[in-house]
């Protein structure tokens, strides 16, 4: 196969791949579930030339895969296609395919051969774009929470718990960051952790968490929030091809079972200056007035974004008493309480952990959010946040802005192709919650551990 037209980074890695005969285009929509084509090897080259053909409204379709109609981009316009090309450096192997296979990560244009602008990937990259105008560089990290469940359901359908492979007994009790669970599991830590290898995601860290036969693996933070992002795409398809190997379903559904602990996307972010400095740097007792307004900006936001940050009907069961999930706004140092929890570090390394989003969310969309959350005080109002949260000050916090834990279907806004074409997570939260909304919610009954969401 020839090679004259793929970006240097990509041409090394297919070096690498001499046997690669298949290749998977992806793109990822707005639930952050992986849509695309599967071409042979000897039609990259074409893809790289010329880009591949790919509906509009694939970007807007729901969980269950249908196209969300109130959007414009179905049958009002004849379900039109948009030209999709190679976001260069993206080409990795794909280990746990049985025949040598690679993929690729695809970008859609618009109309006008710009890129289409309600793209979650291109929502992000425009708030990166603004923190870059004003000379900052969001560092960013991304944890994701999952359950390890048994490859097939109980006789009503519902998801069960995954049988330890040491023992062979169903995992019924819960040993937060037990080391021995991740010894019982270690065939598929491991697994993952070659993927990861292969592809280029830098996790790091993996632990047992806080329900039976759920784990957190963590991805080392990036001066880039899109890269950061990107690898949560790819690491969230490695976890589940891995799993599936295993005989058992990976499942980022936000809530699979209702006594136990939910599952959370967890965006760490920091901000360095042009001359490479944390902006947030400050200690528990002198709070920064750059961390306290960013802060701030996060409270001011979190109402109007949260169809990002619960996208399904399964994300709202997540918001329970004592589970470590934030029901309002609270901040506090070293607290996973706390909506906005800052972490336990040395002043240099100070940052703010979002712990608002469930795991079932699109981390490209959670990530703009909290991005354009965190810069819009600065920016509109230099006022500092409340108080942040300690033991005492517990009960005045418990009077914070509640967290919305419901959004009626009857209530979830619609916008035209156009609308959803122009949105701005960095100038309006509320505008984009409400151009994604319709195409972001599902109201169907059941459940569907492996798309992540009810259904």
């Not at 709070?287 to 169809?307: E, F, K, W």
Request: glycine content about 6%; charged content about 20%.
């Amino acid at each position: 196969m020839t090679q004259p037209s793929l970006p240097p980074s990509d041409a090394a890695s297919l070096a690498q791949m001499p046997a690669c005969n298949a290749i998977d285009l992806i793109l990822p929509d707005m639930n952050g579930l992986l849509r695309g084509k599967r071409i042979t090897a000897d039609a990259l080259e074409k893809v790289y030339v010329d880009g591949v053909c790919l509906p509009m409204s694939l970007i807007a379709t729901d969980i269950t895969g249908n196209t969300v109609e109130e959007t414009g981009l179905g049958y009002d316009i004849g379900d039109e296609d948009r030209i999709c090309r190679p976001v260069p450096g993206s080409l990795r192997p794909v280990p746990w395919q049985q025949r040598p296979m690679a993929q690729l990560l695809l970008a859609m244009e618009d109309g006008s051969g710009g890129m289409f602008a309600a793209n979650p990937r291109e929502v992000l990259k425009r708030v990166v774009q603004r923190f870059a105008e004003r000379g900052l560089t969001p560092v960013v990290a991304v944890e994701l929470e999952f359950y390890l469940l048994d490859g097939d359901l109980d006789a009503a359908g519902r998801p069960l718990t995954s049988r330890n492979p040491a023992t062979g007994e169903r995992n019924t009790t819960t040993q937060v960051y037990y080391l021995q669970d991740l010894n019982d599991y270690q065939r598929f830590t491991d697994a993952v952790a070659d993927a990861c290898a292969a592809q280029g995601i830098p996790a790091d860290t993996a632990v047992a968490e806080y329900a039976p036969g759920q784990f957190e693996i963590n991805l080392k933070h990036r001066h880039d929030a899109v890269l950061a992002c990107d690898d949560a795409i790819y690491l969230k398809r490695a976890i589940k091809a891995v799993a599936e190997q295993h005989g058992m379903i990976a499942s980022f559904m936000a809530k699979p079972f209702v006594e136990q602990a939910g599952s959370g996307t967890h965006i760490h972010v920091s901000v360095l200056d042009r001359a490479g400095n944390n902006i947030f740097a400050c200690t528990p007792a002198t709070p920064a007035d750059t961390l306290r307004h960013a802060i701030g900006g996060l409270q001011q936001v979190s109402r109007d974004c949260m169809l990002m940050f619960a996208p399904h009907g399964n994300s709202y069961r997540r918001f329970v008493l004592n589970a470590f999930v934030p029901l309002n706004d609270c901040w506090g140092f070293n607290n996973r309480t706390v909506a906005m929890r800052v972490p336990h570090s040395n002043p240099a390394n100070v940052r703010v952990e979002h712990r608002i989003a469930g795991a079932d969310a699109n981390p490209y969309l959670v990530t703009a959010a909290v991005l354009a959350g965190s810069k819009r005080r600065p920016i509109r109002a230099r006022q500092s946040s409340a108080t942040p949260m300690n033991r005492a000050n517990r009960a005045r916090c418990s009077g914070a802005t509640p967290s919305p834990i419901s959004w009626p279907a009857t209530s979830s806004p619609t916008h035209s192709a156009a609308n959803s074409a122009t949105f701005s997570a960095s100038k309006s939260s509320r505008k984009c919650a409400a151009s994604i909304a319709r195409s972001v919610t599902s109201t169907m009954p059941g459940t569907c551990v492996r798309c992540d969401a009810t259904r």
